[in-house]
């Protein structure tokens, strides 16, 4: 099913608004008074929406298949739950919530018996509540719903971007150790200081363990330190590259041939790897310590769920299937598979453990100035490549059977990067 976005913004915000009252509840019958648990202000509780919209996207086509569709929502809403559990620790230091004391938890932020849960709403979800909420849509009329579902986006990324603000000030703007270098921060904060202030009241209330203060330490003098947006972005560059010559000597080891496994159309990268280096980096960098079997199993499980999205939204968005693993053993939909899902988790430990320090140091070692020059000449010329591979590839399924280029940008394109061409470049994509 093809959907708009206003369509999914819509979804976004009726589960975000389901899964506040959850939280409300919870969190009131806890405390004995009324909590707002979210991390916004208002009656949203943006990881419940963003699950689902993630799940109708990419779990849609199993619908038919209970059992597939039940272990589906349940892998996704978990990972989902464990990422968010990190991102918060990151701005914190501190766990936002923590199921150590419950059987079967792992890392404290998931759990069995939530992930039973999690599956059995998400495939309710799924399979009833979302067609009634499309009904409930189409009973709107086209122009106050368009006002109606946009406006409260806009009210909610305000609300989130405010929330989040608050959390940096109350984590590092007071006191003699706050960092005040956060100049968008501080100058946010002064625009709206009574709400923000407001905001981080409630957060106090409601999460008494983000006033506690955490060590951090900064380090100075050295390029890209730490795990921030300079290292992050080599990493994703090193691990495009590294991901391209991987997958390119292995088809010549497992099929005999030499062929382009590039994601974009200048160089020889494959951005499917350098965003997982990248998440599996910011995810795992705190667990670096921990013992291999944790890395792998995170990585396993992550791997293979980035692995089936990326796959869904490649078909959805260009209109290509990129990877067909139908004929492998276990494999779910032919997009992922269970040998593969080993592979990332292999991939993970070889990354945490052995690689990323190496290259971390190695990137700490480039002289300041040339670093952030040759960052951003290769930051925008990224960007440029993202941009023409996207553009080349919607041609390339616009082309099959469609009309003819019209705009000037089809025709350039066309010129360019002409059937041929992305054969070549692309030898497995097919057609939907």
């Known amino acids: 099913m093809q959907y ?8 976004l915000l009726v589960y975000s608004f389901i899964g506040w009252i959850i939280e409300a509840m919870v969190g009131s019958i806890k405390n004995r008074h009324f909590t707002n ?3 916004s202000t208002g009656p949203f509780c943006l990881v419940y929406g963003v699950a689902v919209v993630i799940m109708e996207l990419t779990l849609s086509e199993l619908i038919d298949n209970p059992v597939f569709l039940l272990i589906g929502c349940g892998l996704q809403a978990t990972i989902i739950e464990w990422i968010t559990g990190k991102v918060l620790e990151r701005l914190n230091h501190h766990k936002w919530w923590d199921y150590s004391k419950k059987k079967w938890n792992f890392d404290g932020y998931i759990c069995l018996q939530y992930s039973l849960l999690w599956a059995v709403l998400g495939a309710v979800a799924l399979r009833y509540g979302n067609t009634f909420f499309f009904f409930l849509y189409s009973l709107i009329p086209t122009p106050l719903r368009d006002i109606l579902v946009w406006g409260l986006v806009i009210y909610l990324a305000a609300d989130t971007l405010v929330s989040f603000t608050a959390v940096l000030h109350l984590q590092h703007g007071r006191g003699p150790s706050g960092r005040q270098h956060r100049k968008f921060t501080v100058l946010l904060f002064r625009a709206s200081r009574t709400f923000i202030g407001y905001v981080e009241r409630r957060m106090e209330k409601a999460y008494p363990i983000i006033q506690e203060r955490a060590e951090e330490i900064l380090k100075e003098g050295h390029f890209a330190e730490g795990c921030g947006f300079y290292k992050l972005f080599w990493l994703f560059l090193i691990g495009s590259l590294l991901g391209d010559i991987t997958e390119t000597i292995f088809c010549r080891i497992t099929a005999g041939v030499w062929m382009s496994r590039s994601s974009l159309v200048w160089g020889p990268f494959s951005i499917v790897w350098g965003f997982a280096i990248v998440l599996a980096t910011i995810l795992l960098y705190k667990d670096r310590d921990k013992p291999d079997r944790h890395i792998f199993l995170i990585g396993t499980l ?14 959805l968005v260009f209109g290509q299937v990129f990877w067909d693993y139908s004929e492998i053993p276990f494999n779910l939909g032919g997009r992922v598979n269970l ?11 070889i990354w945490i453990k052995g690689l990323y320090p190496h290259f971390s140091k190695w990137i700490e070692k480039i002289p300041k ?4 020059i040759a ?33 000037g940008w089809e025709q350039v394109i066309d010129t360019n990067f002409d059937d041929a061409k992305m ?10």
């Open 4 to 11: 708009t976005f206003t369509q999914l913004f819509w979804l």
């Open 37 to 39: 648990r979210g991390f």
């Open 302 to 315: 992550l791997g293979g769920a980035y692995e089936y999205m990326c796959s869904v939204l490649g078909e």
């Open 339 to 349: 040998l593969y899902c080993f592979f990332w988790g292999i991939a993970a430990v």
């Open 369 to 372: 100035l040339t670093g952030y």
């Open 375 to 407: 960052s951003w000449i290769l930051i925008v010329f990224m960007a440029a490549d993202l941009m023409v591979s996207a553009a080349a590839l919607i041609r390339y399924d616009q082309r099959a059977g469609g009309p003819p280029a019209k705009s």
């Open 423 to 432: 054969k070549e470049i692309y030898p497995n994509a097919k057609f939907r």
